[in-house]
């Protein structure tokens, strides 16, 4: 099993920038489909961006353009960069993983999850 842990999370004004991180132990990333997740306050868990581990990347399209997933597997460490954020943009922030080579969007088949990183973005 793969342990998740969020980072870089953080207060900022709507245009400005965040990086989070998410390091992994207990297991290599390149075994799992990786995704961010984010849930706002009174909303749903939704879906921000994914990446299969052959590469495959997809984005949710609220964040199509200002978001990049990347991954680092020598330092088994998945990111988000975020730019240009906007106070929709506030929300808990969470990291999960998927055990195979399959790419998928939806939280329910994530096996496993960070704590949560939250991120706040102010007008």
């Known amino acids: 099993a793969v342990q998740l842990t969020e980072s870089g999370g953080g207060s900022v004004q709507a245009g400005g920038s965040l990086r989070l991180s998410c390091g992994a132990s207990?297991?290599?990333?390149?075994?799992?489909?990786l995704g961010w997740f984010r849930q706002g306050p009174g909303k749903e868990r939704e879906h921000v961006a994914t990446?299969?581990?052959?590469?495959?990347?997809k984005y949710a399209d609220s964040v199509k353009g200002r978001f990049t997933i990347s991954k680092d597997d020598a330092k088994n460490t998945l990111y988000l960069q975020m730019n240009s954020l906007k106070p929709e943009d506030t929300a808990m922030y969470y990291c999960?993983?998927?055990?195979?080579?399959?790419?998928?969007?939806?939280?329910?088949?994530?096996?496993?999850w960070g704590q949560g990183t939250q991120v706040t973005v102010s007008s």
């Open positions: 990446i299969a581990n052959v590469g495959t990347i």
């Open positions: 207990g297991d290599t990333l390149s075994n799992y489909c």
């Open positions: 999960a993983a998927l055990s195979g080579w399959a790419i998928t969007t939806n939280p329910d088949l994530f096996d496993y």
